[in-house]
Structure formats: C-alpha cells, structure tokens
C-alpha cells in the first residue's frame, strides 16, 4: 500500500462542526460551488498537484448539504486532483439527482470520456489561470478543450484575478460556449467597488451574458471580520461587490460555499455563519430566490427548471 501524502504545511481543515444558521435557505437552494478531497486512500491526489489538502470526501459534503438546509450541489473538480475526476464522479454517482459537476480535462479527452462524464451528471469544464495552483495549459489546448464540450452544451467556469482581465477577456470571448466566473474573479476589495478595475469586470460580464458566483468573500475580504466566533456581520468590505453583481445581473449569479474552503491561510469560516453572510449580499427575497434557487436550476437542472 502506497503511503499516503502528509497535508501541506499550515494547512487549515474546514470546520467540523458548522453552527445552525439564522437565516433559513428557501427551499431547492443549490450549492454551486464546492470540491471533494479524495479520501487519499481512495482517490489518490495528481502527482503534479501544488498543495496537498485534508480528506474531504462526498459524505463530509453531503453531512454539510443537509446541516445548512441545501437542496443540491454544483462540485466542482478540485485542481488537487488534477484531470482525474475519480472522486468527482463517485460523488455525483452517490448524490444522483442531487449534484452536478464542474470536471477538468485534457485537450486528448475523447469523445467517449466526456459522454462517460455527461452521464455522470458534469455540465461544465474549469480553466483555471492562478499559476500558484496549476500550470496554465496553452490558448490553443483551452480552445480545443472548449470546443468539444460546446457540443454537451456544457459551459466553461473561469477562475482567474480580475486585474489581469485586460491580457484574457479576447481569449474568454472567443470561447463557443457560455462562461461561469468564479469568485466575481476576485476582485480588490481594497479598491472602490465604483473603480476602473471592478466596473471592467461588470462590463465585460454584461457583453458576454456571463454568470458570475458571489461566492468565497473569505477568501477576498482583507478587513473582515471573519466568520467565525459566531459573527453573523462578516466580511463587511466583500459585501458591496457582491450587491453590485447581484443587483447587475440578478438572473446570472450563483452562490456557493466553496467547502472545504482549501488554502485559506488566516482563518477557517463557520459555514453556518456564511449562510447568514447571504441576507447582506442578497437583500430582498426575490433577490435571493433568485441566487440561490432560480438561477442554479436552469443552468444545471434546465427540465426542472421549465
């Protein structure tokens, strides 16, 4: 038996035990943003992987789904694992109708890999453009990778740093299907939410129909406070961005929880306490059905939807 890998140093594991959340989810909410870590034992990590995290495998997720009152669950393939989607699709095979998946593959993934993936209940493929957590793949394999999945009428989820949109949006438009961005592309929250930088990023979004996930302010508020220690007011300076978005494009945002919340280095949120974060970001009803129920369902469950 292979030993397994040691956690990174200073890796910080989710929260064990949630609290119950203030605010009640309504009813069909979706998770839209979330990952499985193997188990190890189980779903081994890629060789080439540039962190190794804590098991976080799909019964931790679905114990976390039914203890904050979620419907469903968007899982999205953790970049740990690479272009293996093993555990990925032991989870949608666990949870059935109850979870979609966001897969990663390579530009040599066969006509018959991405069916087997189809079936399994993945809609979408990520691009992910932080170096820190992979290595880029080139334009050409991207567009490549793009154009097979446009023919599932798959979308692609785009997880890069908003300041340097100006070098990627020409690549991002040139892709033939629709685009899921995640994180609001981690703005600076530092800067004004009226500033060049976060009013390029709407525009960009509002000229390609983009969705866009109000998801992760712990891992872009820079002043807090956290959502821990029961604190229900949390990440105040995330919070204008994200009423920015929703109000922009109330039918295009999705929110998810990004459990099990990997290489976060400061602090590790109460999942409970990110829920109640929601009424802040979300501030009418309307507002939040629409996030958190309407909008998931007709990209991921569009027959539920009609």
Same mark, same amino acid.
């Given at each position: 038996?292979?030993?397994?890998? !040691?956690?990174?140093?200073?890796?910080?594991?989710?929260?064990?035990?949630?609290?119950?959340?203030?605010?009640?989810?309504?009813?069909?909410?979706?998770?839209?943003?979330?990952?499985?870590? +193997? #188990?190890?034992?189980?779903? #081994?990590?890629?060789?080439?992987?540039?962190? *190794?995290?804590?098991?976080? +495998?799909?019964?931790?997720?679905?114990?976390?789904?039914?203890?904050?009152?979620?419907?469903?669950?968007?899982?999205?393939?953790?970049?740990?694992? +690479?272009?293996?989607?093993?555990?990925?699709?032991?989870?949608?095979?666990?949870?059935?109708?109850?979870?979609?998946?966001?897969?990663?593959? %390579?530009?040599?993934?066969?006509? *018959?890999?991405?069916?087997?993936?189809?079936?399994?209940?993945?809609?979408?493929?990520?691009? *992910?453009?932080?170096?820190?957590?992979?290595?880029? +793949?080139?334009?050409?394999?991207?567009? *490549?990778?793009?154009?097979?999945?446009?023919?599932?009428?798959?979308?692609?989820?785009?997880?890069?740093?908003?300041?340097?949109?100006?070098?990627?949006?020409?690549?991002?438009?040139?892709?033939?299907? !629709?685009?899921?961005?995640?994180?609001?592309?981690?703005?600076?929250?530092?800067? !004004?939410?009226?500033?060049?930088?976060?009013?390029?990023?709407?525009?960009?979004?509002?000229?390609?129909?983009?969705?866009?996930?109000?998801?992760?302010?712990?891992?872009?508020? %820079?002043?807090?406070?956290?959502?821990?220690?029961?604190?229900?007011?949390?990440?105040?300076?995330?919070? !204008?961005?994200? %009423?920015?978005?929703?109000?922009?494009? #109330?039918?295009?945002?999705?929110?998810?929880?990004?459990?099990?919340?990997?290489?976060?280095?400061?602090?590790?949120?109460?999942?409970?306490?990110?829920?109640?974060?929601?009424?802040?970001?979300?501030?009418?009803?309307?507002?939040?059905?629409?996030?958190?129920?309407?909008?998931?369902?007709?990209?991921?469950?569009?027959?539920?939807?009609?």
């Amino acid at each position: 038996m292979t030993a397994l890998a !040691p956690k990174s140093p200073h890796w910080l594991d989710w929260c064990p035990q949630p609290s119950a959340p203030a605010f009640t989810l309504p009813p069909g909410t979706v998770d839209a943003h979330c990952h499985v870590f +193997g #188990p190890q034992a189980a779903f #081994p990590f890629a060789p080439e992987r540039k962190y *190794t995290p804590c098991d976080a +495998g799909k019964e931790d997720l679905f114990a976390l789904r039914d203890h904050l009152g979620v419907s469903r669950n968007v899982i999205v393939q953790a970049t740990c694992h +690479g272009a293996d989607n093993s555990a990925l699709v032991d989870a949608l095979h666990t949870a059935g109708d109850r979870a979609r998946g966001v897969a990663t593959v %390579r530009p040599d993934v066969t006509e *018959t890999e991405l069916r087997a993936l189809h079936e399994a209940g993945v809609r979408g493929v990520r691009f *992910t453009f932080l170096r820190r957590l992979v290595e880029t +793949g080139s334009m050409a394999g991207l567009s *490549t990778i793009a154009a097979k999945v446009a023919e599932l009428g798959w979308h692609v989820v785009l997880y890069f740093d908003g300041a340097e949109l100006p070098e990627l949006e020409t690549f991002f438009a040139s892709l033939p299907t !629709p685009l899921v961005i995640d994180h609001m592309a981690r703005p600076d929250v530092g800067k !004004p939410v009226e500033g060049p930088e976060f009013s390029r990023f709407l525009r960009f979004c509002a000229r390609q129909d983009a969705w866009v996930k109000v998801s992760c302010p712990e891992r872009l508020s %820079r002043t807090g406070p956290p959502a821990t220690e029961g604190r229900r007011r949390a990440y105040t300076d995330v919070v !204008p961005f994200a %009423r920015r978005v929703v109000a922009e494009f #109330p039918d295009r945002v999705l929110w998810g929880t990004d459990w099990p919340h990997p290489n976060l280095t400061d602090h590790m949120p109460d999942d409970g306490l990110l829920v109640d974060h929601l009424p802040h970001v979300a501030p009418t009803a309307e507002a939040r059905h629409k996030l958190l129920v309407a909008n998931p369902t007709r990209l991921y469950w569009p027959d539920a939807h009609r």
